[in-house]
């Protein structure tokens, strides 16, 4: 299952496989960058297949469906409003969209530098027009996202990004996702934070059985 958020870019040249994976992370990158506006809210409301899953769906496919019930129903002023107040918040986020903050409970830390020595021997770096340090979470997913995109075979390998989600994505997600699922503030983001949970769970299990 790939969700069509119609403003999330796909790669055609990639494999069905690649392509879902790619949109999936594009997908948590776009809810966690910054508060959906109107209509990706609609796009994502849309994508949803008609009528509740059924009870032997897969897990990911009900969450999507929890996520784009609740697309439907919110708007883009509310959701702006809880992302400020949870991820943003006043003087000291509730949540924060940071590795290194869930690894070692500091910002720029140790995490931060070893991600950025990963990124510069595959030849990348942050834009100078991005605000959030490499190791947001949104920036991270879109690294996932442009690793298996990549046109470069070393880059785009499966060791590739099996090192990259191990090493990066897999220690602290799950702790993030409890931090918003477990939050009083959240409503619209716990379904974003199940969905996440979810995807990079599979993503995981993928990578270990690879």
């Known amino acids: 299952m790939s969700p069509d ?4 870019p796909i790669a055609p040249a990639l494999a069905d496989e690649d392509q879902a994976r790619r949109n999936w992370y594009l997908l948590i990158a776009q809810l966690f960058r910054a508060p959906p506006d109107a209509a990706t809210l ?10 509740p899953p059924p009870p032997d769906a897969p897990p990911l496919a009900r969450a999507f ?9 919110a708007s883009a002023a509310a959701l702006r409003d809880e992302y400020d ?4 918040g006043v003087g000291k986020a509730e949540v ?11 910002l720029h830390d140790r995490p931060l530098v070893e991600l ?16 959030e340090t490499e190791d947001h979470i949104a920036a991270l997913c879109e690294t996932m996202a442009l690793l298996i995109a990549s046109p470069e075979a070393r880059v785009a390998s499966i060791d590739t990004q099996r090192a990259f989600f191990q090493r990066f994505l897999a220690p ?20 974003a934070a199940r969905v996440s949970r979810v995807f990079l769970g ?7 059985f690879e």
């Open 172 to 191: 602290w997600f799950e702790s993030f996702c409890d931090a918003i699922e477990h939050s009083g503030t959240t409503d619209f983001y716990k379904h």
């Open 65 to 73: 469906a929890d996520l784009a019930a609740a697309c439907a129903e």
């Open 202 to 208: 599979v993503e995981r299990q993928a990578f270990d």
């Open 42 to 51: 609609a796009a994502i409301a849309s994508a949803a297949p008609d009528g």
């Open 116 to 131: 950025r020595d990963s990124l510069a021997a595959l030849g990348l770096a942050r834009r100078d027009d991005i605000g």
């Open 5 to 8: 958020t119609g403003s999330i």
């Open 85 to 88: 107040a949870v991820f943003l």
């Open 96 to 106: 924060f969209l940071n590795a290194s903050w869930h690894l070692t409970g500091f």
